[in-house]
């Protein structure tokens, strides 16, 4: 089987990895790809969002499905392109993938089918929404963007100067464009935050095993939000009560209205969940893998993941039986300094083998933001590299993660020391 995987981040070089694992696999293509990625992969320089570009490619190429990772290309509707044109994909389409690029919808969903869900209301007017949040009075509150932000839309305010300062960037200084022509303002919520992936083929539901994300730029859940700084698998919060209730609760009820609304949701669907002390409730969907979710949770997967990609295509995911490793996983984020604001590139990585790999190392390293020129890995993004361990417990992943970290150098890197605290 031949494979397009469309993206270049760290989520992107985890999935290419294990579809790599699978015999079924004779060549991984990706565009545009990274530097760590073309270890695995030949890479292209299309643009994860040229559709056009998507399909001459795929048809050039000759391949067997093309595997969209990233938001923007499934909200903009590639996969229904690609599927025109008879090319066989993993991700959902435009009309699910809305599931992800406006909460407007994703909120009026969950209300309409009554899963759980922080309480909440949307405006378009600037002075409404300032009218709102004086009635109310209560912080913190929250303010999100309906549209896709690159994980900046949403802001917590904790007085009413921060609640009308996001308004107005949103509302009125369009800072998101056209993502924040509308905003949700809605109730903060507070207990532990987990992630579950779920593999969906519109009929049956097979979650994965949960994770933690570890979204603020410092330790201690300090600093502005990143895209996420580091993650761990499986998140101990997450019970074997917490679970029946989501998926009783939450994950059944949401592919059920997904198909009642007649956007049935096919690919991974993500969970943003809160556990508050009255029950577990969405905190948001995405239409995708996560990322650095995807790489603590792919490694995790002991079924060969071309199967279950197959299988959600002819809509057969209830004949397979997904399987996991024991043990854990942890994932470290290595991010240029500076980063989820301004930072530089082309800083050199130290470290690598030719493959942009540590020798001698049980930690795998994904790539974020690198480029390969010559032999040399240069950093070229916000988060650079993902220092993956999986071991038998989740203490030994941690450890093991931040000795291989101590072996990696460039410019100005920085990383959390805490990954996985909460957790231990
Ligand atoms: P999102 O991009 O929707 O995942 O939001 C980013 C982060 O903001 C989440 O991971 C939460 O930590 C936080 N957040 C979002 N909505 C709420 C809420 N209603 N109450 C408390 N925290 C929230
Ligand atoms: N790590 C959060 C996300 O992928 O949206």
């Not at 974020?368 to 010559?374: I, M, R």
Request: charged residues 25%; aromatic residues 8%; glycine residues 8%.
């Amino acid at each position: 089987m031949k494979i397009l995987v469309v993206g270049s981040g760290g989520r992107e070089h985890a999935i290419i990895r294990s579809l790599s694992q699978s015999k079924r696999v004779e060549k991984i293509y990706c565009t545009p790809g990274n530097g760590g990625i073309s270890a695995l992969a030949e890479c292209f320089d299309v643009k994860a969002t040229d559709i056009e570009g998507m399909k001459k490619l795929a048809k050039q190429l000759a391949v067997d499905y093309v595997f969209v990772a990233p938001d923007d290309p499934l909200a903009m509707g590639m996969v229904d392109e690609l599927n025109k044109d008879g090319i066989k994909t993993f991700g959902p389409r435009a009309n699910a993938a809305i599931i992800e690029s406006s909460k407007v919808f994703s909120k009026a969903l969950m209300k309409k089918y009554g899963i759980p869900t922080a309480d909440y209301e949307i405006f378009e007017s600037y002075e409404k929404a300032i009218e709102y949040i004086k009635a109310k009075n209560s912080y913190p509150i929250v303010i999100k963007a309906d549209g896709l932000a690159l994980g900046k839309g949403v802001i917590i305010a904790n007085d009413f100067e921060e609640a009308q300062q996001a308004v107005n960037s949103m509302l009125n200084e369009r800072k998101f464009g056209d993502s924040s022509k509308k905003i949700v303002i809605e109730e903060f919520l507070s207990g532990p935050e987990v992630t579950v992936l779920a593999f969906t083929d519109g009929e049956s539901v097979v979650p994965m095993v949960s994770s933690m994300d570890h979204k603020r730029a410092y330790d201690d859940d300090k600093g502005l939000n990143t895209g996420g700084m580091g993650t761990i698998a499986p998140n101990p919060f997450y019970t074997k009560e917490v679970e029946k209730e989501a998926l009783e609760k939450i994950f059944i009820p949401t592919i059920n209205a997904m198909n009642k609304e007649g956007r049935t949701f096919r690919g991974c669907l993500y969970f943003g969940l809160m556990i508050t002390p009255q029950g577990v409730k969405v905190i948001e969907y995405n239409a995708r893998f996560g990322d650095p979710e995807a790489q603590v949770v792919l490694p995790m997967l002991k079924t060969d993941l071309v199967e279950i990609m197959e299988a959600i295509w002819k809509k057969r995911l209830k004949d397979i039986d997904v399987q996991w490793h024991d043990g854990a996983c942890a994932c470290v984020v290595l991010a240029s300094g500076g980063y989820p604001e301004k930072y530089q590139t082309g800083k050199e990585i130290v470290g690598f083998n030719s493959d942009g790999q540590l020798d001698d190392s049980s930690s795998y390293v994904y790539h974020a933001g690198t480029v390969k020129e010559g032999n040399k890995y240069l950093t070229n993004g916000g988060r650079v590299l993902g220092v993956t361990c999986r071991a038998s417990t989740l203490s030994e992943s941690v450890e093991a993660a931040y000795r291989a970290c101590e072996r990696i150098k460039f410019e100005k890197m920085h990383f959390r020391k805490d990954i996985g605290k909460k957790a231990l």
